[in-house]
């Protein structure tokens, strides 16, 4: 079965720091993959995702992110956080397997970026 | 704004009652869902339509139901609440993109 796994349940960093969320997932196949947000109290949000092409996808609030499909990873970083980055992110992966849409999910990443 | 409406935001039940949760996307999305989303447990599927007409279970679909009303409206509806259905329900819906468009969500309590 297809399995999403987040390496870091709980980050904490200072303003400016830079940021890197791990992200592995299992299939063989190809791969549709996506990082949302989830701000306090909000709804997930589309960070960015990837398809096919350039393995390093830009999102937004200057975040991106790598594909590696050798490592079947598909992490997410930004160089420099700010407080309003505090949020919990979550990484979905989706086969690309007939009309499937259903999405398999990370159990996400709470970060906190202290001023 | 084109997005996913869902309602009600809050809502408190008492043990034994039901309540339905109602969803509607106006994007034309041919696919729609219904998560719980518990600390530490991430999300977690209860039932999605891939497209109007159908609908399957996930991962956690025991006490809940649902209708696919026509392909704008999904609902949940809990039968008999009971405490464990304590959480922050969501429902999303996708179309060619395959990218997830969620609703903002629905607090419930059940005392």
């Known amino acids: 079965a297809q399995s999403v796994s987040q390496h870091n349940h709980h980050v904490i960093l200072s303003e400016a720091a830079s940021l890197e969320l791990g992200c592995n997932y299992s299939?063989?196949?190809?791969?549709?993959l996506f990082w949302y947000v989830q701000y306090p109290g909000q709804h997930l949000q589309l960070l960015l995702k990837?398809?096919?092409?350039d393995p390093l996808v830009k999102g937004i609030k200057g975040f991106e992110a790598e594909f590696i499909k050798s490592k079947f990873s598909f992490n997410l970083r930004k160089p420099s956080v700010q407080w309003s980055d505090t949020a919990e992110y979550f990484c979905?992966?989706?086969?690309?397997?007939?009309?499937?849409?259903?999405?398999?999910w990370g159990l996400g990443t709470s970060l906190a970026v202290n001023p | 704004n084109a997005g996913v409406t869902q309602t009600p935001k809050f809502q408190v039940l008492k043990t034994g009652q039901s309540m339905t949760l109602q969803c509607a996307q106006d994007?034309?999305?041919?696919?729609m869902y219904w998560y719980r989303q518990d600390p530490g447990m991430g999300l977690r599927l209860i039932y999605y339509?891939?497209?109007?007409?159908?609908?399957d279970k996930g991962e956690v679909p025991n006490g809940y139901n649902v209708s696919r009303l026509n392909k704008r409206e999904f609902s949940l509806r809990l039968e008999s609440a009971a405490p464990s259905q304590t959480s922050v329900y969501f429902c999303?819906?996708?179309?060619?993109?395959?990218?997830?468009?969620f609703g903002s969500g629905t607090r419930l309590t059940v005392v």
């Open positions: 994007m034309n999305h041919n696919s």
């Open positions: 979905a992966v989706n086969a690309q397997a007939g009309n499937n849409r259903k999405l398999i």
């Open positions: 990837y398809f096919s092409g």
């Open positions: 999303a819906s996708s179309g060619q993109g395959y990218g997830y468009t």
């Open positions: 339509s891939a497209s109007e007409g159908t609908t």
């Open positions: 299939y063989g196949g190809t791969v549709n």
